[in-house]
């Protein structure tokens, strides 16, 4: 059924496709067939029409005596008996020509007879029926030519209309059948191509093309429903992966607050505002418990209770120290475990390491203090001690002089006590500006050139500074303490080693940090003499602060030199100023 049914057009164009080519082929053939026969009749048409000249001739001959006589005769008779007047007897000639060309050669045959007797005269009367009898015969011969020509007009134009009434219908019933629903299927694929997949081609017949039209309005619907389907599963990925890069970004963002360099309360509110924008999380509260004092509670978003239902908790904690609690208020779509697993992990590590930095503040806090008063002690301490006991024994030698020996007798007294002033005056002065020391410029380049003008003003030394430290790779900690030691190494030099040069040299290998300062002055013998008390062990605790070791190499009158190595890592330990 369905083959028959596919097949319809295909058989019916085919069909006048035949029937032109039947068309064709007859009207062809009868062209060339009466054409054929037509080439004949030309020619015995004038053959005919010789034989009225040639009749005539002959009775000329007659009455001038002619010598040709007997030849014009034989050229009659040949002109009678010719093929194209042979042809006359065929099947396709009329019967009534054929019968006409006999009675001719009949009344011939008599004439004939006539030319050859004696009575040749009387063939002068008898030639005018006989051309009567030829025009008669021509007469026939053109009309029978005539006819054969418009017989070949009417089938000739007949096939041509045939075949053009038949073309008509084949243009027609391809354009309706075919053209028309190809192009309906084309501007549908168009409709398609543009993700449009609404289309209802209708069906104009149960032939092949409507059965091609029925199958590609039902793919169109599938395609559609598929493309549909994809759309969503495509927009589905599209918003789940849109969520997680949100996600990541907000954990980044949320791990980027423990980068700081200490950590205060604005991180852990800028840590709950990024847990807030999360989708599916409304409110969120973060409580730090603190040993012996109240909680710290922070809240972001809505009001999130510990009794509300809608809320859920999950405990802070680090190496088994319990450090707060974390409530959030989930909404729908509801937020991802994983990622809330990943928060509570981001505020245990800064809720811990606030605690570690204010504990190492304190610290760091206490061993300044108690550093502060080791060098006042060192320093200060005992020459007001020295001033206490020489103003003790000043009143005692004044309380037993006379009077008039008192001036002479207390005036080195007073003199060494103007010194003992003065000199702990400079001391105070100096430790003062230790403590007080800073890096204002913000780089470690900076504030060392600074330092060695200040010094340059307070020596005639020359002082050379090569610096090829960054201070990308020096942390704060770090700076402090090179710039302190460089500055105690430097004084001792301008005040004990009355040098012409003084050279500092900072520099640094794979693994190490190196830092001299060496000058050309009068030296010591470190197995007698020894460097300001006080000085050197400030140099020695700030070299192990920095995990490193500080060398002092000197001979008499061949200089000093302060060596200072440490280790190129993370000075994360190191205690600040």
């Given amino acids: 059924m369905f083959k028959s049914v596919k097949n319809s057009v295909t058989r019916t164009v085919a069909k006048a496709m035949g029937l032109i080519l039947a ?65 006359l007897q065929g099947w396709t000639v009329p019967e009534d020509i054929t019968h006409d060309y006999y009675r001719i050669i009949v009344r011939w045959h008599e004439l004939k007879q006539v030319l050859r007797s004696q009575d040749r005269d009387r063939y002068l009367i008898l030639v005018a029926g006989f051309v009567n009898q030829i025009d008669a015969f021509v007469f026939k011969l053109q009309n029978f030519s005539e006819q054969k020509l418009i017989k070949l007009a009417w089938v000739g134009g007949l096939g041509l209309g045939g075949i053009l009434i038949v073309g008509i219908f084949v243009v027609h019933y391809v354009r309706r059948q075919i053209v028309r629903p190809l192009n309906a299927l084309v501007q549908a694929s168009e409709q398609i ?207 037993k002089l006379p009077e008039s020996d008192q001036l002479a007798k207390t005036t080195p007294i007073l003199a060494e006590l103007d010194t003992g002033l003065s000199s702990a005056y400079t001391q105070l002065r100096e430790l003062l500006t230790t403590f007080r020391l800073s890096i204002k410029e913000g780089t470690f380049g900076n504030a060392l050139t600074e330092l060695t003008e200040q010094l340059a003003d307070r020596t005639e030394s020359q002082i050379t500074l090569n610096n090829e430290l960054s201070s990308i790779e020096l942390d704060a900690n770090q700076q402090v303490h090179l710039l302190q030691l460089i500055r105690e190494a430097m004084i001792n030099a301008i005040k004990h080693a009355n040098a012409e040069h003084i050279c500092i040299q900072c520099h640094e290998t794979d693994t190490k940090v190196v830092v001299s300062v060496k000058d050309d002055g009068v030296g010591f013998d470190s197995t007698v003499e020894k460097l300001n008390h006080y000085g050197m062990s400030i140099m020695q605790e700030r070299a192990s602060r920095l995990s490193g070791t500080l060398v002092v190499t000197s001979q008499a009158n061949q200089g000093c030199e302060v060596l200072l190595e440490y280790p190129k890592i993370k000075e994360s330990n190191i205690d600040r100023m």
């Fill in 193 to 399: 191509k543009s993700r449009s997949f609404d289309v209802e081609l209708n069906v104009y017949s149960d032939n092949e093309m409507g059965i091609l039209t029925r199958t590609f309005n039902t793919m169109a619907a599938d395609l559609g429903k598929l493309y549909r389907g994809l759309e969503q599963a495509v927009n589905e990925k599209t918003k789940k992966l849109q969520h997680a890069k949100d996600s990541l970004q907000v954990l980044y963002n949320s791990s980027q607050e423990l980068t700081a360099s200490r950590i205060t309360q604005d991180n852990f509110e800028a840590i709950l505002r990024h847990i807030v924008s999360l989708e599916g999380i409304s409110a969120v509260k973060l409580e730090i418990i603190e040993q012996g004092e109240r909680p710290l509670v922070l809240t972001e978003g809505e009001e999130c209770a510990a009794c509300n239902c809608d809320c859920q908790s999950k405990p802070l904690s680090l190496d088994g120290v319990e450090l707060g609690v974390l409530y959030w208020k989930v909404t729908l779509p509801c937020p991802d475990q994983a990622l809330i697993d990943n928060f509570v992990q981001i505020l245990s590590r800064a809720v811990y390491y606030n605690q570690a930095q204010r504990q190492a503040e304190q610290l760091l806090l206490m061993e300044e203090r108690a550093t502060i008063a080791r060098e006042l002690h060192d320093s200060l301490a005992q020459a007001l001690s020295y001033l206490k006991i020489q103003v003790s024994l000043l009143k005692r030698g004044m309380a």
């Fill in 23 to 87: 068309l064709s082929v007859a009207t062809t053939s009868f062209a060339i067939i009466t054409l054929a026969s037509s080439l004949n009749d030309a020619e015995a048409v004038n053959v005919a029409g010789s034989m009225r000249m040639q009749s005539y001739r002959l009775a000329h001959d007659i009455q001038i005596s002619s010598v040709d006589y007997t030849q014009h005769i034989e050229m009659f008779e040949h002109s009678i008996y010719s093929p194209s007047m042979k042809a």
